[in-house]
């Protein structure tokens, strides 16, 4: 069994370090996310990872993630304070304290904390990639929100994913769906234990997205939401349905699908990969919130956005074998690796001037031996090797090695820098290993 020091000098359960090149996949898809979400017109928002507790318990005291998995705490002023859970409630919260013109159209990538149980694809500490658009009610929002997240996957090659949306009904609808569920699973209470019947009385819609299998196999018979739909919330459910078929964005109509948390009204959505285990597959989830806003504070202001996994995304990914780390621009790939034979500081200089160029150049410290810098060389992936030996240095040249193709030929030094600037965005060749 391990120490308690040796436990100590881990990162904590449920958590995980990510390390190149991994992170520069991670890196990759941010940035892939952030030119969508500008292209769409959302601008970029910082929230603090922490926020007075009170924030999230508007996201639904009687659910889990505020219930159970919270990450609170009093600091040392004496305040009630909790990390991120997630995304929504922090910038509902900004919209509210700082009232910007609406429509407010942000997206953010951030940590979430949840004091889940840890398995594959469920994480103590996850990251998102997101959305949210303030101040519109028309449905045309909810279709772009939903192309945004559908656009971003299949851009990333992403294939073997679903979208269900369902329809949770406004403040007319709610109640009497609400009653009509109650009376359905009243009867069933006894059998289904304290905590279940508790739900029921509580908030019975949270009994419709229970992991329990007993619970699952009753809620298939329940009443349906989208049949006690007053006609507003059927008008915009089914406006939403024709953007989306106009669109040529496949979904499914999920008539159960209440998802997590309280703030929820009309439309709401959910990504599923076929790819990932069922408990985790879905890769991404949204949907409308437009009485949050009045909820904490602030004037009347319908929302809608979604949050996306990077966890769940990227082993998606790799069980579809795209968006694979070599297919990334921004981990830490090299275009060229500096072999230097000569130790006079004329590699120092030369690195500075490929770097300037805009060549992701690396090379050996300590004075290595020429062996040793030829295996970091190739260790590093780099494209090319750039070597700075006695002959060339005669000739006021250097050679140039394809790592890949292992050819190699002689370049005048003033032309190396141009010369490597150039082919640094071309393919590199078929075949090779690195
Ligand atoms: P959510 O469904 O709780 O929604 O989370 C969004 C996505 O984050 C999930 O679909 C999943 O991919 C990922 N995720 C959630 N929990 C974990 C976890 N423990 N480990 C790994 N990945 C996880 C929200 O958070 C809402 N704020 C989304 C939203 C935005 N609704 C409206 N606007």
């Known amino acids: 069994m391990p120490s308690e020091t040796q436990d100590a000098f881990r990162a904590p359960v449920g958590t995980h370090d990510i390390l190149p090149p991994e992170s520069g996949r991670w890196a990759a898809l941010v940035a892939a996310f952030a030119r969508r979400a500008a292209n769409y017109g959302y601008g970029l928002v910082i929230t603090p990872i922490f926020e007075h507790r009170e924030v999230f318990a508007r996201v ?3 659910t889990d993630v505020v219930r159970k998995e919270m990450y609170d705490f009093e600091d040392k002023g004496g305040r009630a304070i909790a990390l991120r ?7 509902v919260r900004a919209y509210v304290q700082h009232r910007p013109p609406s429509p407010w159209k942000v997206w953010y990538a951030a940590p979430n904390f ?7 694809g469920r994480y103590r500490q996850h990251f998102q990639v997101g959305v949210e658009a303030l101040g519109v009610d028309d449905p045309d929002i909810d279709v772009e929100v939903i192309a945004l997240a559908h656009g971003f996957y299949t851009g990333l090659g992403l294939r073997r994913f679903r979208l269900l949306v369902n329809s949770m009904g406004d403040a007319g609808s709610r109640p009497r769906y609400r009653d009509a569920l109650q009376s359905f699973l009243r009867p069933h209470a006894e059998r289904l234990g304290p905590e279940f019947a508790q739900r029921v009385e509580d908030n019975p819609l949270r009994v419709l997205d229970s992991k329990n299998p007993e619970v699952q196999a009753l809620v298939a018979d329940a009443p349906k939401l989208v049949d006690y739909l007053g006609d507003e919330s059927r008008d915009h459910f089914e406006r939403v349905q024709a953007g989306l078929t106009a669109l040529g964005i496949a979904f499914e109509v999920e008539p159960r699908m209440v998802r997590g948390f ?9 990504f599923q990969s076929d790819a990932l285990d069922g408990a985790q597959n879905a890769i991404g989830g949204g949907g409308r919130y437009d009485t949050f806003a009045e909820e904490m504070g602030g004037p009347p202001t319908p929302g809608i956005g979604f949050g996306l996994g990077v966890e769940r995304i990227l082993i998606a990914c790799d069980a579809e074998g795209v968006f694979a780390t070599g297919d990334v621009a921004l981990g830490a790939t090299l275009d060229a690796f500096i072999v230097d034979m000569l130790g006079d500081g004329s590699s120092v200089a030369l690195l500075e001037e490929l770097r300037a160029a805009g060549v992701a150049a690396d090379r050996a410290y300590g004075g290595k031996s020429v062996k040793a810098q030829w295996k970091a060389a190739d260790r590093s992936g780099a494209r090319f090797a750039v070597i700075l030996g006695r002959e060339e240095a005669a000739a006021d040249s250097v050679g140039l090695k394809d790592l890949g193709s292992g050819e190699q030929h002689t370049v005048p030094r003033a032309e190396i820098v141009p010369r490597l ?7 590199r060749q078929e075949g090779t290993t690195r």
Do not use: H, I, L
């Open 60 to 62: 639904g005291d009687s």
């Open 85 to 91: 859970p997630e995304g929504t409630a922090p910038v």
């Open 114 to 120: 949840r004091y889940e149980r840890p398995q594959k």
């Open 262 to 270: 309280d703030y929820y009204t009309r439309t709401v959505f959910e």
């Open 421 to 427: 600037a150039d082919t640094r965005n071309a393919p």
